[in-house]
């Protein structure tokens, strides 16, 4: 039974920062991907980053290019959403999420496990 916890969310003021980490157990992941989606009041999940376990390419949203930065440790088997710069927008629910195949995916139906999620307030 793999599980995925997310944790580091909070409250921050505009043009602060968070780091959101995404620890896997029950499985060790050598390769796959991770994802990282977030969801608004009232809006869809959307998909913010990913990246791929073994390669470590990376894909984001163009709304977060420059300001977040997601990366993995791989000993660790833990994902990592740096997030710089951060506006009211920011505000959500943010989900990790890991899924097998190699390849970084935008697509949350496409990926298999998800976490319960981290709430991230920022205020103006």
């Known amino acids: 039974q793999v599980q995925l916890v997310e944790s580091g969310g909070g409250l921050v003021q505009a043009g602060g920062s968070l780091r959101l980490s995404c620890a896997a157990s029950?499985?060790?992941?050598?390769?796959?991907?991770m994802g990282w989606f977030r969801q608004a009041p009232g809006k869809e999940r959307e998909f913010v980053a990913a990246i791929s376990w073994s390669v470590g390419s990376t894909i984001y949203t163009s709304s977060v290019k420059g300001r977040f930065t997601i990366s993995r440790d791989n000993a660790k088997n833990t994902g990592y959403l740096q997030m710089s710069r951060l506006a009211p927008e920011d505000t959500a629910v943010y989900y990790c999420a890991r899924r097998q195949r190699n390849y970084a995916s935008t697509r949350d139906y496409e990926y298999d496990y998800w976490g319960q999620g981290t709430q991230v307030t920022v205020s103006s």
């Open positions: 029950g499985r060790t992941f050598s390769s796959g991907a």
